[in-house]
């Protein structure tokens, strides 16, 4: 229940703050995942690789929303199933990132980046995992089952 409450703050709010946090944690993890092996990066090249990342996803994701909210999307209603997708990978890469970074030559300096992504993006990630599977993200173990028994 707690993640489906964390996961709303997220997906509940304009279609601009979503594409802001996806656009910059798919920066985030596409530069720990570009600079894995590297043992001292440039700072300058890691933020230019992050902001150009972040401004092409974060852009496509707004216009992707947008439209969908135009067709009659109710931002107040479950997210569509691409939605959920993008949670999920962008969330699934930035751990795939941050494994190869932190057992990489980058080590823990470069993992870091993959951080922000992980922790930002668990709660939607794993609703719409959920959701992908066929899970109601409303259910929880504290439930009652039919019949009664719970």
Do not use: E
């Not at 656009?23 to 090249?45: E, H, K, M, W």
């Not at 939607?124 to 039919?146: E, F, T, W």
Request: glycine share 10%.
């Amino acid at each position: 229940m707690i993640w489906a409450l964390l996961a709303a703050f997220l997906t509940k709010r304009p279609a601009w703050v979503q594409a802001v946090v996806v656009g910059l944690c798919t920066g985030l993890f596409v530069a720990a995942g570009a600079y894995a092996n590297q043992r001292d990066p440039l700072i300058s090249s890691v933020v230019l690789l992050v902001l150009a990342v972040a401004v092409v996803a974060g852009v496509a994701f707004f216009l992707a929303l947008r439209a969908r909210l135009r067709r009659g999307w109710a931002a107040g209603s479950a997210p569509p199933t691409w939605v959920n997708l993008v949670y999920a990978a962008v969330w699934l890469l930035s751990l795939i990132a941050a494994i190869n970074a932190l057992f990489g030559a980058g080590g823990l300096k470069v993992a870091v980046l993959a951080i922000v992504p992980i922790v930002l993006l668990a709660p939607p990630a794993l609703v719409s995992i959920r959701a992908l599977v066929g899970r109601s993200p409303a259910h929880d173990g504290d439930a009652p089952r039919a019949g009664g028994m719970g």
